[in-house]
């Protein structure tokens, strides 16, 4: 039997009968409940929401975690703490990368609209910080 990444000679799939294709990489957006400068922006679900209608539209579905506890440090050090939803979805690669300017236009959008010091999104285990946002003109993917 192949080792499909697990270490093991197993097929994973065949033994519990899932289908072959399966999604390798997972696309993890935070959601902040607070605004850079510690207050609450009283707008997180339908943000939460937003994330789930968009990454289930191009990647078949996506799950939110509920809230986490954590800090953010300011530029000025001050820390900001807070309850970050946390929205993930495994990639269906071609969508999602047809996608993509869509993505960003709700990324820098949330980060607009809620005062965000930075917005913050994992990929193939990387941690991608978004601290400047495009202006409102400059939506689509564009950059400004």
């Known amino acids: 039997m192949p080792d ?5 000679d197993l097929d994973l ?12 990489h997972c696309f993890t957006i935070y959601i902040p409940n607070k605004d850079k400068d510690g207050a609450e922006i009283g707008t997180q679900r339908k ?7 968009l990454l289930a539209e191009l990647n078949g579905g996506a799950t939110a975690m509920p809230p986490a506890e954590g800090t953010w440090q300011s530029d000025e050090g001050q820390l900001i703490w807070e309850q970050p939803v946390v929205v993930y979805s495994y990639i269906r690669p071609e969508a999602f990368r047809t996608g993509l300017a869509r993505v960003r236009e709700f990324l820098h959008r949330m ?4 005062n965000q010091g930075e917005i913050a999104v994992e990929f193939q285990d990387r941690f ?8 409102p003109a400059a939506q689509n993917g564009a950059p400004p």
Request: net charge negative.
């Open 4 to 8: 499909n990444g697990t270490g093991y």
């Open 13 to 24: 799939a065949a033994a519990l009968g899932a289908q072959e294709n399966y999604a390798a």
């Open 47 to 53: 943000w939460v929401l937003e994330a789930i209608r």
């Open 111 to 114: 980060g607009r609209e809620t």
């Open 128 to 135: 991608y910080r978004i601290r400047e946002y495009d202006p």
